[in-house]
C-alpha cells in the first residue's frame, strides 16, 4: 500500500523558515515522481515543486523560485520541503503527492496535508 505522511508544518513569522517532510512508504522514489502542492482556504489548490525519480531533477512553481528547495533521501524513504524566506501568502496546507515515472504524470497518491501559517 502507498502511503505519504507529511510532517514540519506550523507558525512562523514573516521572513522565517520551515523544512517539511514527506515519509513514503510502499514504493520506491527511485519509480515516483514526488510533488508538492498547497492550497489555501478559498483558493486552488496549487504545485509547488516536484522531484523527479529518475536523476532528482526539481521543478518549481515562479511563486517560490529562489526560496524554496526540494530535496530526498532515498535511505530514509523521505522528500523535504525547505522554504525559506517565507511569506504570508504562503499560508496554506501543503501536501505531497507521488506520481508515476515523471513529474508531470497524474498524482494518484497523496499525504494528508500538514498546515503551514505565516503570521506575526
Known amino acids: 500500500q502507498l502511503q505519504l505522511v507529511e510532517s514540519g508544518g506550523g507558525l512562523v513569522q514573516p521572513g522565517e523558515s520551515l523544512r517539511l517532510s514527506c515519509v513514503v512508504s510502499?514504493?520506491?522514489?527511485?519509480?515516483?515522481?514526488i510533488g508538492w502542492f498547497r492550497q489555501a482556504p478559498g483558493k486552488e489548490r496549487e504545485g509547488v515543486s516536484c522531484?523527479?525519480?529518475?536523476?532528482?531533477?526539481?521543478h518549481y512553481a515562479d511563486s517560490v523560485k529562489g526560496r524554496f528547495a526540494t530535496s530526498r533521501d532515498k535511505a530514509k524513504n523521505t522528500v523535504y520541503l525547505e522554504m525559506k524566506r517565507l511569506r504570508p501568502e504562503d499560508t496554506a496546507t501543503y501536501y505531497c503527492?507521488?506520481?508515476?515515472?515523471?513529474?508531470?504524470?497524474?498524482?494518484?497518491?497523496w499525504g494528508q496535508g500538514t498546515q503551514v501559517t505565516v503570521s506575526s
Open positions: 510502499g514504493f520506491s522514489l527511485d519509480s515516483y515522481a
Open positions: 522531484i523527479s525519480p529518475s536523476d532528482g531533477s526539481q
Open positions: 503527492a507521488a506520481a508515476d515515472s515523471w513529474c508531470f504524470n497524474t498524482y494518484d497518491y
